[in-house]
């Protein structure tokens, strides 16, 4: 579909591969599952191949969902549910069962990926030491901020989260029990696969958490230390030629939010 591969000579004619220059219609096929998700009438299937380096399965409108007309939601819903979105800061000290958080990621992995790479891998880190020790490498990274981007350490209030991490309050991670990271092969921040799919995969992430009555918090001091300080990408261990591209903490929220705060209006240009 993105590349337009099949084409309908006529109305009644079946869909058949296009005449590709260079490279077939199958070798450019990335196995979105866009034109079984769409046929009206359940005729295509895409068969199990080796594809960019991974196993891809057999596709066929019997191994897909059905889209579920009772259960879209209004525009009004929509609405509230993205609006009413909020960042946790605080925590109950209670685990998320594994097989929530799996339901989670399992409708997280839905996000758009660029070229349908799929190329995430998930961490999902719950032993409080662990959590604890990752932490302390985001403190060691601000402390070696002070003195060698003194600037930069200021404008992210570096002191303030030190100070706090210094009194036993955990202002990295802020007490949430698990730690989700997203991983995948070194260098892909530079490619087609950019660091923008491992966010929206996240974004999904989270949003997918709130009807388990979950919240989360971007790993945004994490995830610069990881980037601006080899200690921190190290400190993971994970396998080689891997690496961190984006975190998030997850878990029940101390904090319920009542109303949704006000924005700014929209700067639009319209053409």
């Known amino acids: 579909m993105p590349f337009r591969l ?9 869909p058949t591969a296009r005449d590709v220059k260079f490279r077939s219609a199958e070798e450019r096929c990335i196995d979105c599952g866009h034109c079984v998700a769409v046929c009206p009438t359940g005729a295509l299937t895409l068969q199990a191949r080796t594809h960019a380096g991974r196993e891809v399965a057999k596709q066929g409108p ?4 059905p889209i579920l007309p009772e259960l879209i939601v209004s525009p009004e819903q929509v609405a509230q549910f993205l609006m009413a979105r909020r960042t946790f800061r605080a925590y ?3 685990p998320v069962p594994r097989e929530t ?8 992995r839905y996000a758009p990926s660029s070229h349908n790479l799929q190329a995430a891998n998930w961490l999902v880190i719950s032993d409080k030491m662990e959590i604890r020790r990752l932490g302390q490498t985001v403190i060691d990274w601000m402390r070696s901020m002070s003195q060698e981007a003194p600037e930069f350490h200021r404008q992210i209030d570096a002191d303030v989260i030190v100070d706090l991490w210094e009194k036993g309050e955990d202002s990295v991670f802020r007490g949430a029990p698990h730690l989700i990271i997203l991983h995948a092969a070194s260098g892909l921040g530079g490619l087609h696969a950019s660091r923008e799919s491992f966010a929206i ?4 992430f989270e949003l997918a958490a709130v009807p388990y009555g979950l919240g989360t918090v971007w790993g945004g001091f994490f995830v610069a230390a990881l980037q601006l300080w080899p200690p921190a990408q190290k ?5 080689e030629g891997q690496e961190t591209y984006d975190a998030m903490s997850i878990g029940y929220p101390r904090n319920l939010y009542q109303r949704i705060p006000m924005r700014n209006e929209p700067a639009v240009t319209w053409r």
């Open 101 to 108: 958080l799996e339901k989670i990621i399992r409708v997280a």
């Open 92 to 94: 109950h000290d209670k």
């Open 201 to 204: 995969r996240l974004a999904y």
């Open 6 to 14: 099949l084409e309908m000579k006529t109305k009644d004619s079946l």
């Open 62 to 65: 019997e191994d897909c969902l």
């Open 235 to 239: 400190a993971i261990g994970l396998p």
